[in-house]
T-cell receptor, first 114, second 120 residues
Framework: AQKITQTQPGMFVQEKEAVTLDCTYDTSDPSYGLFWYKQPSSGEMIFLIYQGSYDQQNATEGRYSLNFQKARKSANLVISASQLGDSAMYFCAMRERRDDKIIFGKGTRLHILP | GAVVSQHPSRVICKSGTSVKIECRSLDFQATTMFWYRQFPKKSLMLMATSNEGSKATYEQGVEKDKFLINHASLTLSTLTVTSAHPEDSSFYIC????????????????FGPGTRLTVL
């Protein structure tokens, strides 16, 4: 069963607009972490933001924020004031405490339009 | 953040040959390393987890005799694709876990830049 679901294979957004990338997850482990990574065409995996399952507040890192809705098992990434350089593949990922490995969703390809 | 390197960044080989990919943690000791495989326009699929000094743990469906993993030191893990065939062509990415880092969980795992393997 898929543990990380990203329902948007591709998105087109106008520059300077905010964008929300969806991510839902499935786990029975009470302790887990959620990650978002950006992968540009070069292939490197760039860490963006992390949310722990016990964190009370939504994580924020500059223009990135994670909308964590634990009861809905949702961890959407919000990018404010999008820039052309934000065009890339974005992956939502999860690490459960019990097996300690990061599992990725299928990704969303984001295109920022000038 | 910590740095993980991979070598080579790109390799082209003939079918039937073996290819070794190195993954190094440059400024920390990585007790655990992970190997991922990524097909074009697809997600990263975890292949195996390697712990220093012990046998790797392979994910279901990954042939351990095909993809040999050695984690001989705290800074080096190698993936050897044996008797490579065109279907093994892919982007291989390693990730290293620094159990010595205290603080937030996200700070514990770092990704290498990847190795693009093309088998002719």
């Amino acid at each position: 069963a898929q543990k990380i679901t990203q329902t948007q294979p591709g998105m087109f957004v106008q520059e300077k607009e905010a964008v929300t990338l969806d991510c839902t997850y499935d786990t029975s482990d009470p302790s887990y972490g959620l990650f978002w990574y950006k992968q540009p065409s070069s292939g490197e995996m760039i860490f963006l933001i992390y949310q722990g399952s016990y964190d009370q507040q939504n994580a924020t890192e500059g223009r990135y924020s994670l909308n964590f809705q634990k009861a809905r098992k949702s961890a959407n990434l919000v990018i404010s004031a999008s820039q052309l350089g934000d065009s890339a593949m974005y992956f939502c990922a999860m690490r459960e405490r019990r097996d300690d490995k990061i599992i990725f969703g299928k990704g969303t390809r984001l295109h920022i339009l000038p | 953040g910590a740095v993980v390197s991979q070598h080579p960044s790109r390799v082209i080989c003939k079918s039937g040959t073996s290819v070794k990919i190195e993954c190094r943690s440059l400024d920390f000791q990585a007790t655990t390393m992970f190997w991922y495989r990524q097909f074009p326009k697809k997600s990263l699929m975890l292949m195996a987890t390697s712990n220093e000094g012990s046998k790797a743990t392979y994910e279901q469906g990954v042939e351990k005799d095909k993809f040999l993993i050695n984690h001989a030191s705290l800074t080096l893990s190698t993936l050897t694709v044996t008797s490579a065939h065109p279907e093994d062509s892919s982007f291989y990415i390693c990730s290293a876990r620094d159990h010595g880092v205290s603080g937030r969980g996200y700070n514990e795992q770092f990704f290498g830049p990847g190795t693009r393997l093309t088998v002719l």
